[in-house]
Nanobody, 126 residues
Framework: QVQLMESGGGSVEAGGSLRVSCTAS????????LGWFRQAPGKEREGVSS???????RYADSVKGRFTISRDNGKNTLHLEMNSLKPEDTGMYYC????????????????????WGQGTQVTVSS
């Protein structure tokens, strides 16, 4: 059973930085597309960033230039470095794995991601 676990969330003032991380059991990080999603209170979950096994990345327009996704396949770890945080970045952040061929063809479609973590809360105050 594949399990993903996020860590590193917390509270920060606007303009600050946080890094959230995700670890996984098994070797899926070596073979799967990985992504970060977030859900703000009262809103639908949305895609934030994705990275394929060749480290090609994609970002939502709202986070481009501020967030950086990275993966360490040897350590089964996924990171999301978040800078210049804004109150609208507040939400529960989820890591997900899908695309077992390593490509992120699904983009930010949730149906394209088979495995999900439980989430870690990020709160940005103004």
């Amino acid at each position: 059973q594949v399990q993903l676990m996020e860590s590193g969330g917390g509270s920060v003032e606007a303009g600050g930085s946080l890094r959230v991380s995700c670890t996984a059991s098994g070797d899926i990080f070596k073979t799967h597309c990985l992504g970060w999603f977030r859900q703000a209170p009262g809103k639908e979950r949305e895609g934030v960033s994705s990275i394929n096994i060749y480290r090609t990345t994609r970002y939502a327009d709202s986070v481009k230039g501020r967030f950086t996704i990275s993966r360490d396949n040897g350590k089964n770890t996924l990171h999301l470095e978040m800078n210049s945080l804004k109150p609208e970045d507040t939400g529960m952040y989820y890591c997900a794995a899908g695309g077992s061929d390593g490509y992120c063809y699904a983009g930010f479609l949730e149906s394209g991601y088979k495995y999900w973590g439980q989430g870690t809360q990020v709160t940005v105050s103004s």
